[in-house]
C-alpha cells in the first residue's frame, strides 16, 4: 500500500520537475530571442526588451533557484481536493494548477491544521525529497479516530530528520516542516511592530527569513517598489543566511549587517563595550544635532572684507539674521546654507553696489558683475565658510571625536570622563557603533551639493520617463507576458526598474542599499536585542511607516547598549503600539545541552525564556578542568574525539575575544588548514571564533574555552556564555582552568 503511494508521488513529482524544466526552457528561448534583437530598434524598442530580459534572466534565476526539494507536501481535503504545496506555484499550460506556492492563503492549511482543529484537512503527507527524487512519504492523517495522544509536533519524522542533518555552515529553509507556532507569526498582518521574542533554537531566524519571502508574496503590490530590509548581527551571520531567501523563490529582500546601514561605510565590529554603549545612547542625536549647530556659527566681531580693492564690512547682526531665516527654512544644513549664502552675498553686493555708486564710478553694465566679483572674492568665501561650513557627515563625525574642544561644546551632557573615552585619532576607522551618528549626522546636513537638489530633479524626471516608456511596453506586450507557468504581476514601476537595472546592473535591492534616504516598506531585524537606542533609531527613519518585524531574546543580550527588556527598548520609538509573539519550541540543542545553559543562567540571577527542547542528546556537557597553561594543549587534544563524536560534522571553538588567535594558532599548528579563524570561514570544518561572532550560527560540535571568562567578561549579562552554549546541535564541551560557573554541572 505504502509502495504504490510512494510510486505514485514519485511519479507527480516527476511531472512537477518536467513542467519547470519546461518552464525553465520557455524562459531560456525567450531570453535568447530578446537578447539577438537587442542591437536594433529605436530607443524605445530597446528599452522595452532590454525590461524584458531583465524580467526573463530573474524568473529563469528564480526557477533554477527552487530545483531542490521543490515539492515537499500534499493536501487531502474533506472537500476531495488533493492539493500538493512547494516552493512556487506551478500549472500546466492550460492553467490547470499542478502545484501551490507555500505561501498562498491555500498552503496555510499545511502548517496550520492540527488533529483538533482540522481546517477542512484529512490528511496531510510530507514528501522527503532527496534532490528530484521522492525518498519517502509521511502522513498525519488527522481524522480524530486516528488521533494519537501526546504528538504535537507536525511532521515529525521529517523535522527530526532535517534537525538530525549535519550542518553545513550555511542555514537552509525549513519550508516544508513549519510549525504551526511559527506559521502564525510569518503570516501574521503586515503593519505595526510585531516582536517575536524566543529562546535560543526556536527557529527565530527561519522564522524571519520565511516571514520577509511572505511578506513580499502576499504584498508584492505594496512592497515590490519599497522593498523589504532584512538586519541581522555581523556580516559573517549575514553569509550564514544568504542562501534561505533565494531557495524560498525569493531575490528582493535587501539584507545588511548593522555595519552596513549607511552606504559608503562599513562599520567594524569590536568596539570598547563601555565607548560603544556611550555612542548608543538616545543622547546623542542630540550631541549631533550640537555638532551640527555649533557649525553655523556668529562671527566675534563685525568682520572687514576685501573685494576687488573695496573694503565692505559683515556685520555680527547681518550674519545673525541671515543664520534665522536659513535655520527658519528647516532644511538640512548644506541645503539651508543656500539661502544663508544668497542673503549675505546679495547684502553685500547692495554694499559694493552703494560703494562705487557714491563714489561715482563705474556704470550699470559693470554692475551686472558685481555679484559675481563678491561671489568670488576670497575673504567673502572664506567669512561665509566660517559661519556656515558645508559638511559631510564623516567630517562632522571626525572632528567631533577628535578636537576635544568640538566635543566640549557639543556634548556637555556627558561627563568629562565619558567624553574622554570618546576620543580619538582622525583617521580611526568606522565602527558599527558610528554608523548611526553618521546617519544622524547625514540627515542634519542634507546633501552636499551646490545644485541644490538639481540632481535628484534629473533623477526622478528620468523616472517618470521610463515608467512613461514601461507603460507603453506593456500595452505592446501584454500578450507576451501571459506567463502561464508561474504566477507574476507586472507593473509599470516593475518594468521601470528594470530598465534601470538594465542601465546601470543595479537591482532595485542593490539601489536601496546605495540610496541613504531610501524608505523600505518592512523591515525584518534579527538578533534585535542588541540594537542599541541609536540603531533603532536610523532603521525607524529608514522605514517611516513603522512596519517592522522584530526578532530576538533578551536573555541573549550582550551588547553593552543592548536592550534589557523590549518595552524599554521599543518605547522611545514606537510607544506602547507593539505585539508580543513567543516562539516555545527549541529545535537546534539537545535537552541535556539547553537544560545546562538554563541552569548556568538562572545560577547567575538571570531569568531566561527556557524552550522545551525537541530532541534529547546522546551526551551530557563534557567538561575539562586543566591549569591555565594547559588550556590550549587540552583543546588541541580533545579536538579529534570531538570530531569523532559528531561524525566529521562541523566543529566550532568560541573563546573570550583576546583568546581567538592564540586558540587558532595552536590548533593550526597540528591541524593545518583545516581551521577557520573568524565566523566567516565556514568553510573549514573546525572554526574558531568569540561569542559576538557565534550569535545566531549553529554547529554540530561546540568546545568553550575558559567558560568563566565570558560569564565575567560580559559586564554581568550572561548573554556571551548563554549565546556560546546554545550553539551546539549535538555536543558541548568546556574546557575550564577556573571555578565552572555555577549551575552547569547541576
Ligand atoms: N520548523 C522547523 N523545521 C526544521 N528545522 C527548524 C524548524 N524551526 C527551526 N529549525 C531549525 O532549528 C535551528 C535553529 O533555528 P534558528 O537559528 O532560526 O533559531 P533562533 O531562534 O534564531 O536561534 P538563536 O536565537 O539561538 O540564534 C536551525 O537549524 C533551524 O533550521
Known sequence: MLDAELAHEREYVAGLYTRLDELREEKLRQLEQVRRSTAMGTHQMRSERDAFAALYENRLAQLNAVDDKLAFGRLDLDSGETRYIGRIGLSTEDLQQLMVDWRAPEAGTFYQATAFERQGVRRRRHLILSGRDVKAIEDDVLDSQMLVEGTSLQGEGA????L??????????????????????IRAP????????????TGKTAVALH??????????DRLKSAGVLLVGPSSSFMKYIERVLPSLGETGVVMASVGRLMPGIVGAAGEDPEVAEIKGRLLMADVIRNAVANRQRIPAQDTKLDVEG??????????RRARDKARATGKPHNEARLTFVRILLRELTEQLTEHIESAGFGNTADRAYLAEDVRQAREVRIALNLAWMPMTAQKLV?????????LDASAPMLSAGERELLRRGTDSAWTEADVPLLDEAAELLGEQDATGGRNQAEHEAQRRRDIANAERAIDNMTQAMADSGVDGILTAEDLADHNAVQENRLTPADRALTDRTWAFGHIVVDEAQELSAMQWRLLVRRCPVKSFTIVGDIAQTSSSSGAGSWQQALAPFVGERWQLEELTVNYRTPSQIAEAAVRMANAAGQRVSAPKAVREGLWDPVIDRVTADALLSKLVEVVPAEMAAIDGGLLAVITPRSQVRAAADALRSVYGRRIGHGAGSIEQDIVVMDPHEAKGLEFDGVIIV??????????????????SMTRPTQRLRLITSTALPAGIEG
Open 159 to 162: 523535522l527530526l530528520a532535517a
Open 211 to 220: 516571514r520577509a519571502a511572505y511578506l513580499l508574496y502576499t504584498h508584492r
Open 398 to 406: 571626525a572632528e567631533m571625536f577628535s578636537k576635544p574642544a568640538i
Open 190 to 201: 503586515l503593519s505595526g511592530a510585531l516582536v517575536v521574542q524566543g529562546g535560543p533554537g
Open 706 to 723: 575558559e567558560p568563566s571568562a565570558l560569564l565575567s567578561g560580559n559586564a554581568g549579562r550572561v548573554g556571551d556564555l548563554y549565546v
Open 310 to 319: 573695496t573694503t565692505l564690512l559683515l556685520t555680527q547682526r547681518q550674519v
Open 164 to 185: 538530525n542533518s549535519k550542518r553545513t555552515g550555511r542555514m537552509s529553509d525549513i519550508v516544508g516542516t513549519i510549525q504551526a507556532e511559527q506559521d502564525r507569526i
